[in-house]
């Protein structure tokens, strides 16, 4: 039987903790910053790629399903 949208469940004490929303505010501007620059358009399907967990600098454009296959 497939799984359904809610048997995924997420940590949602991890996700409400300050550090957390820090860095995913960081995420958000790096994503923002790269659409006013050009760098990546709505719905192209692109991530922001930050190379060792670097969330300070802009980033890199990856293609989405490259960048959610790294580990």
């Known amino acids: 039987m497939p799984k359904r949208h809610d048997d995924y469940k997420y940590d949602l ?11 995913r505010a960081l995420r958000n501007k790096a994503r923002r910053d790269a659409l006013k620059k050009g760098k990546v358009h709505k719905g192209d399907r692109v991530d922001i790629h930050h190379p060792d967990h670097d969330l300070t600098g802009l980033g890199v454009p990856v293609n989405q399903s490259r960048n959610r296959s790294l580990k």
Do not use: N, T, V
């Open 13 to 23: 004490e991890y996700e409400a903790s300050e550090e957390q929303k820090h860095r």
